[in-house]
C-alpha cells in the first residue's frame, strides 16, 4: 500500500480534562497517515487523481480549532472520520501530541481506522 503523509501540523486548541486545558489554548502536533493508491496521481500528475494534502490540513485546523473535547482519543477519531469520507482512502493514522502540557514528556496518542 502506499502511503501519503503530512507530518507536524501544529494548531492551538482547548481540549483536556483539567478546567484550565479547556480554559486556556494550548499547542497540538498532529501527523497524519493515509493509506491511498497513489498510481493513478503518479501517471496523470493531476491533483484530482490522489488525496489533497491542503483538504485534510483543513480538517485537521477545524477539529483542534474547534468544539472542546475531553481527550486527545476524541479528536483522533473526529479527523479519522472526516478524512475516510473520501472513499479512495483506504486507510487513516492519526497521532496527535500536547507538546505543552507537561514540562517533561509529550503525551498524545495514534490510532489507525480502516
Given at each position: 500500500?502506499?502511503?501519503?503523509?503530512?507530518?507536524?501540523?501544529?494548531?492551538?486548541?482547548?481540549?483536556?480534562?483539567s478546567l484550565d486545558e479547556?480554559?486556556?489554548?494550548?499547542?497540538?502536533?498532529?501527523?497524519?497517515?493515509?493509506?491511498?493508491?497513489?498510481?493513478?496521481?503518479?501517471?496523470?500528475?493531476?491533483?484530482?487523481?490522489?488525496?489533497?494534502?491542503?483538504?485534510?490540513?483543513n480538517i485537521v485546523a477545524?477539529?483542534?480549532?474547534?468544539?472542546?473535547?475531553?481527550?486527545?482519543?476524541?479528536?483522533?477519531?473526529?479527523?479519522?472520520?472526516?478524512?475516510?469520507?473520501?472513499?479512495?482512502?483506504?486507510?487513516?493514522?492519526?497521532?496527535?501530541?500536547?507538546?505543552?502540557?507537561?514540562?517533561?514528556?509529550?503525551?498524545?496518542?495514534?490510532?489507525?481506522?480502516?
Open positions: 500500500m502506499d502511503y501519503i503523509h503530512i507530518d507536524k501540523l501544529l494548531f492551538a486548541g482547548k481540549h483536556g480534562v479547556r480554559r486556556l489554548e494550548q499547542e497540538f502536533e498532529v501527523s497524519i497517515r493515509l493509506g491511498f493508491d497513489t498510481r493513478k496521481a503518479g501517471k496523470s500528475d493531476r491533483l484530482s487523481d490522489t488525496a489533497d494534502y491542503k483538504q485534510v490540513k477545524e477539529v483542534i480549532k474547534g468544539g472542546s473535547h475531553y481527550l486527545v482519543e476524541r479528536l483522533a477519531e473526529e479527523i479519522a472520520e472526516r478524512i475516510l469520507k473520501d472513499r479512495r482512502i483506504q486507510l487513516v493514522e492519526v497521532s496527535i501530541k500536547k507538546t505543552a502540557v507537561w514540562d517533561n514528556g509529550i503525551p498524545g496518542v495514534t490510532i489507525l481506522r480502516p
